[in-house]
Every structure is written in structure tokens, then in C-alpha cells.
């Protein structure tokens, strides 16, 4: 994934609520985003800067909420933390492993002024 095209659409859905809520200034964007979403935040921060400049969100702050990679065991239904490529429950020994949180990008809140 490309964070130029994830940052742009999330600038995108920001302005879009924050002219919604007749807002004079976007102050903030909180994101959640997954550890296993592909996307660095850092870059996302780099250029949502740059794509919100003279727009109502020039100067906003963007937070990440981190979300770390969690998986569930299909077969027992216990709770998973891949450690390596190869996935198997601890408990059972079952390689039937659902990916259940990790993969999130998605604006939680925006503050507006
Ligand atoms: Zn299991």
C-alpha cells in the first residue's frame, strides 16, 4: 500500500467532516492504524501535511492510535499473537489462524474549531 494514496483519501474524508460541521479550521485528525495496515505513519504525518497546506486543515495535528496485529485460532478459539511467519495456536497447535485485529486504517475522530 501506498501511503501517498491511503493519506490522500484520509485528508479527503477529514476536509469532507470538518465542511459537513461547518468547521472555520480542522485541528485534528485522530487515526487508528494497524500494525499490519502497510502503512508507516510517519509518512502518512509527512504528507498529510503537505496535502492539507491551504486548505481549512494547514497546520492539523495527526494522531495514530497503534493497533498491534492480533489473531484468533479457528479451530479453538483462543487468542493468537503471531510472533513468526508460521502461525500456530499455542494451545492446540492448530495452524487454522484468523487475522482478527491489526490491518485497521481508518480516521477515528477529527477536532475542528
Ligand atoms: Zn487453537
Not at 80 to 105: A, Q, R, T
Request: charged content about 30%; proline content about 2%.
Amino acid at each position: 500500500m501506498h501511503e501517498l494514496e491511503i493519506t490522500r483519501s484520509l485528508v479527503k474524508l477529514a476536509l469532507d467532516e470538518a465542511e459537513k460541521a461547518n468547521a472555520k479550521k480542522l485541528t485534528s485528525v485522530n487515526v487508528v492504524l494497524g500494525e499490519m495496515s502497510g502503512a508507516v505513519d510517519d509518512s502518512v504525518a509527512f504528507y498529510f501535511e503537505l496535502m492539507t497546506k491551504d486548505t481549512i486543515g494547514e497546520g492539523a495535528t495527526i494522531n495514530f492510535r497503534k493497533v498491534p496485529m492480533q489473531a484468533k485460532c479457528c479451530n479453538c478459539g483462543s487468542i493468537v499473537n503471531p510472533k513468526d511467519v508460521f502461525w500456530e495456536c499455542e494451545k492446540c497447535h492448530s495452524m487454522d489462524i484468523e487475522m482478527i485485529s491489526g490491518k485497521e486504517l481508518y480516521i477515528e475522530s477529527i477536532e475542528v474549531d
